[in-house]
């Protein structure tokens, strides 16, 4: 396909030609159709992954604010709740501990409600396939997310 897009003279003539030669020697990757069984999970899946970036998103906020009033670098896993008092007494100003526990709460709300989806959607996995499911839990390395995607 960069050999495609790459090419200096196009149009959809050559194009059909030089994908027919891909598909005929073997070297087009085919793609995976979701079954349509499957496609509410996929869709909570994503909606999952979305979740999880924005909660990195709120405490990388944290860690910047506390560079941003000069602070030095905490070491607070966010995880545990008599840290997280620690870390907003750190910060004098009340509007900022007010910023962070903002950034707390949405956190503890995401940790409760993520910890169900993941559970729904590990049944759900077990459900689909579940030989594909149990295989994929075996490999090293594949956390319990990472086996449903």
Known sequence: MK????????N????????????????FPLAYVYPKKMHATRDLLRRHMKI??????LKAHVVNTTSQYNLPPNKVNLKNKVAREQLRSIFTERSV???IDLDMVILDCYAEQLSKVEWYIQQQAKQHKPNHFHL??????IGPILVYL
Do not use: E
């Not at 194009?15 to 005929?24: P, Q, V």
């Not at 994929?136 to 390395?141: A, E, I, P, T, Y």
């Open 12 to 27: 959809d003539r050559i194009d059909s030609f030089k994908i027919a030669n891909l598909i005929r020697g073997g070297n």
């Open 3 to 10: 050999a495609i897009h790459g090419g200096k003279a196009k």
């Open 97 to 99: 501990q007010k910023n």
């Open 136 to 141: 994929l839990k075996s490999v090293w390395g």
């Open 52 to 57: 999880i970036r924005h909660g990195a998103d």
